[in-house]
């Protein structure tokens, strides 16, 4: 089946630093990844859609100063939080999409960033 | 942006009890998702139901979809402690299909 891996899966840094999180397609293609950001006990709201050779799109109110992506290939996304500061410390989800889109979109395990 | 409102937010059952959790959403779909998140995990598909489909079943697993009220649901049958998560809907919505827009989620309790 289709296999998502997100890593770091924690991450503690300092205010002002900026992080680097991966996302990879581990046995399929996928031209398309979401970023997503959950709050403690909420939903996962969408960040931006990621694109492969192609600029992200970003929902609105997301700073795209702020959560850079890049998708330089086929089977590898990542998102810098930069310049962090303790608001955003969150839980970072990223997903894929399946080819044929038939059965649903296979996550990430997720990634609990934390700001001191 | 949220797609629209789930219910109820919480859920605590014995085991053995059935479980149904409903889902609102706002605009026109093309597919209804649900999925399931142990706490400070990432996210499992439970089952896809597309627009044109009225009820779905996956194990002990049965998902209806009213289009005309823009809601669905999802019934766990014969629930088990290990049931014990949130659920969330997510609707693929018709001008992308690509992109997943999820509900409020709500979280089940399955009491031994």
């Not at chain 1, 950001?37 to 960040?47: E, G, H, I, T, Y």
């Not at chain 2, 949130?86 to 992109?99: E, I, L, Q, R």
């Amino acid at each position: 089946g289709a296999v998502v891996s997100q890593h770091p899966s924690r991450v503690i840094c300092k205010s002002g630093t900026s992080v680097k999180i991966e996302c990879r397609s581990l046995d399929f293609q996928a031209t398309t990844m979401f970023w997503y950001r959950q709050f403690p006990k909420k939903s996962l709201m969408l960040m931006a859609t990621s694109n492969e050779g192609s600029k992200a799109t970003y929902e609105q109110g997301v700073e795209k100063d702020k959560f850079l992506i890049n998708h330089a290939s086929l089977t590898l996304s990542t998102l810098t939080v930069t310049s962090a500061h303790p608001e955003d410390s969150s839980f970072y989800i990223c997903s894929a999409s399946f080819p044929g889109g038939l059965y649903g979109y296979t996550f990430g395990s997720g990634t609990r960033l934390t700001v001191v | 942006s949220q797609q629209g409102e789930e219910d109820p937010q919480a859920l605590s059952i014995q085991e053995g009890e059935n479980a149904t959790m409903n889902c609102s959403y706002k605009t026109s779909i093309n597919n209804l998702q649900w999925y399931r998140q142990n706490s400070g995990r990432g996210l499992v598909h439970l089952i896809l139901i597309r627009s044109n489909e009225r009820e779905k079943h996956s194990g002990r697993l049965r998902v209806t979809l009213d289009t005309s009220k823009k809601s669905s649901s999802l019934l766990i049958t014969a629930s088990r402690a290990a049931d014990t998560a949130s659920y969330f809907c997510a609707t693929g919505v018709s001008y992308n299909t690509d992109k997943l827009i999820f509900g409020t989620g709500t979280r089940l309790q399955v009491f031994p």
